[in-house]
Each structure stands twice: as C-alpha cells, then as structure tokens.
C-alpha cells in the first residue's frame, strides 16, 4: 500500500478527486516546463499518473531524461493545496493498454462537446497516449489556497521507493521553492511563457522571454477530436513514426466505451475541476 494513504484524510481525497494537475519536467537547458494535464494516480495510490499524446510525446521525453518532475493540484476553496515531487517512469511499451486506459480514467465527455463514443473513438491521434508514472518522493500541502504564503506541512520519503512516507514533525521550515531562476507561466496550457523569476519580499516577479509555440489542438479545445484536415494529417503522420519506431501497431479503440475505473467515477463528482469548455476559434 502507498504511504500515501498514511496523509491526512482531507488530502488523500484531494489526491484521489483531482483531475487536473499542473505537471512539471525540465528541458535540457535546465528550464521547467509547466503543462496542465488530465491526472489519474493509481487505485493504491502508489504513482500519481499523468499522460501526453503519442503525437506530441516532447513532455515524455523530458521525464524520461531527467525524472525529476512535479505535480500542483488544483483544489476547491476549502480544500487542501498539495504539491508533489517526485519521480517518472515512462511508460510506452503497450499503446494499446495506454489508450483504452487513458479513456478508462478520464472519460471523453470535457474533449467530446456532444461527440457520441462511436465518433470520439477515432480521434487516434488524441487517444494514442504515452503515460507517465510518478512515485511521490516528498508532499507539501497548505491547510486551503488562504494558506499559501504561511510553511506548508511536509510528508516526505527517501531518494527511492520505500515502504511507506515517514511523517515530518510539524511544518515544514520554509516554502518548497527559491523563489529565483527560470520559470514558465501558462495560462492553463493556452498560453505558455519562458522567462525567469526573481522575489523581492513576499513578491515574485516574471520576466518573459518568449513564448512556447501553441498546441495545434488548443487553436479550437472544441475540436480536439475533430480538428482540421491539415491538423489530423500532421498528428497522424507523427503518431505513425512514433508507432513505428516502438514496433507496435496503432491502437484500435473498442466499440464500446471502456468503462470508468473507481477513482475516474470519484474525480467525475468534482465539477469544479473539469476542463473549461472554451468555444470559438483562436
């Protein structure tokens, strides 16, 4: 069992009902990226588990070269703030597997807009998934998002997998972060900024530098499964290449919906962490 079930009750739920995270990892220049994405952990909590399309698999490749990566959980306003570091493994090896997966613990319902499953399930290039397992190595967590500038709480395990978290006494010392360095600054994926933070006080401040390319799915979020012809051709011929260079086929979604696991039903109650429904174009 997960030493994560050992936490307080208010943040286990927090942890289990999310289905958002903010997931970090960090290019090789040294710069964190911040991508928010559909999370799902695991039934025993033992990995926290995000995932990017095999189309776009850069996220991926940045945790696989350097697994160091984190994970912020959007919460309710009388809810827990938690904050996670830990480590990925990369998980590739069964596409199949990952899709019918990926569908299991997230649904189709915030991406579909109306889509009925029979269209939904030939979006391949959407429902083709890399995941991403993360192993919780230390957990800071805030009282409510009031809390954020007062010493987060502190569970935290060694440099490698152990039996379960060993409890810090008290409050951790100080806030899990410099406050100083590079920095990105994403407006729920929409808009992704690189630049580099300084704190003067109780204040940080960005610098931006440039901003990231934005995703061709975001140009119109009502249409990720239905995008442009000139779209799907390019996510197609990249989901073949990758496909290929694994030595798999692309995988074929059921005609039926897989169902929802245990935990997707749960993270399904909280309506006020679902995806925003955007419309129009960009």
Known sequence: MSGLTALPDEVVATIERSSVTEFATVTRAGVPIDTPLFSFPSDDLATLDVATGLSYPAKAERARRNPKVGMFLPTGPDQPVVLVRGRAAVRDGDLQANAERYVAETGFDAVGFGLPWAEARKAVWYW????????????????????????????????????????????????????????????????????????????????????????????????????????????????????????????????????????ATVRAGRPFERVPRISGNR
């Open 128 to 263: 083709t998934r890399v995941i991403i397992e993360v192993t919780p190595e230390r957990v800071h967590w805030w009282e409510g998002p009031r809390d954020g500038r007062s010493a987060p709480h502190l569970e935290q395990r060694g440099p490698g997998p152990l039996p379960g978290i060993r409890p810090a006494a008290g409050r951790a010392r100080s806030v899990p972060w410099t406050g100083a360095g590079p920095a990105t600054v994403t407006f729920f994926g929409m808009e992704t900024f690189v630049g580099t933070v300084v704190t003067e006080g109780d204040v940080c401040s960005a610098t931006i530098d440039r901003a990231l390319p934005l995703h061709p799915l975001l140009q119109n979020p009502r249409k990720v499964l239905k995008p442009s012809a000139e779209i799907r051709a390019t996510l197609l011929r990249r989901l073949v290449h990758e496909v290929v260079r694994r030595g798999q086929r692309v995988p074929v979604l059921p005609e039926e919906q897989p169902a929802l696991t245990r935990l």
